[in-house]
């Protein structure tokens, strides 16, 4: 049996801090949402939830975006479901050359496994892998 996702409701809260200590963080919390396009999805199949970023006017400072406790919540065949996003440390710098991810435990520890990922602060096309997570299409 198919299933057919109905609504797809996403929930990120993010930290954005400048790489010196005396840096502030800046808690945001926002929520996307939208809809699948009513294609049945085959069980066993995976469906690849991702979210992505565009940074703008970043400095000669190195600056890193953590990205925590998202989740995203969608229904099914009149089931609803919640899918943990793991935790995401996205570091610009004017020294990286090429952008790199790696599926690690990230630091600070409290964030736990996640991506962490490293990007040039400048020449990048936008829509930079934020975070991401992959679903197993259940039975029924």
């Known amino acids: 049996m198919s299933a057919k996702p109905k609504l797809l409701l996403v929930l990120m809260s993010f930290l954005f801090v400048a790489a010196h200590a005396s840096a502030q963080y800046e808690l945001c919390t926002s929520t996307i949402t939208g809809n699948f396009n ?3 999805i085959a069980q066993g199949d995976y469906i690849w939830f991702t979210g992505v970023l565009n940074v703008k006017g970043l400095g000669s ?3 890193t975006v953590f990205v925590s ?3 995203i ?3 099914a065949n009149s089931t609803t479901y919640t899918v943990n996003v793991p935790s995401s440390a996205i570091k610009f710098s004017p020294t990286t050359t090429t ?3 790696d599926f690690t435990q990230l630091k600070p520890l409290f ?3 996640g991506w962490n990922t490293q990007l040039p602060s400048s020449g ?3 829509n930079d892998l934020m ?3 992959e679903f197993a299409v259940p039975a029924g």
């Open 61 to 63: 400072t190195p600056a």
């Open 124 to 126: 990048l096309a936008g």
């Open 131 to 133: 975070t991401a997570v």
């Open 111 to 113: 964030l736990g496994k």
């Open 69 to 71: 406790h998202a989740s």
């Open 73 to 75: 919540t969608f229904t």
């Open 99 to 101: 952008a790199t991810t």
């Open 38 to 40: 009513g294609t049945a």
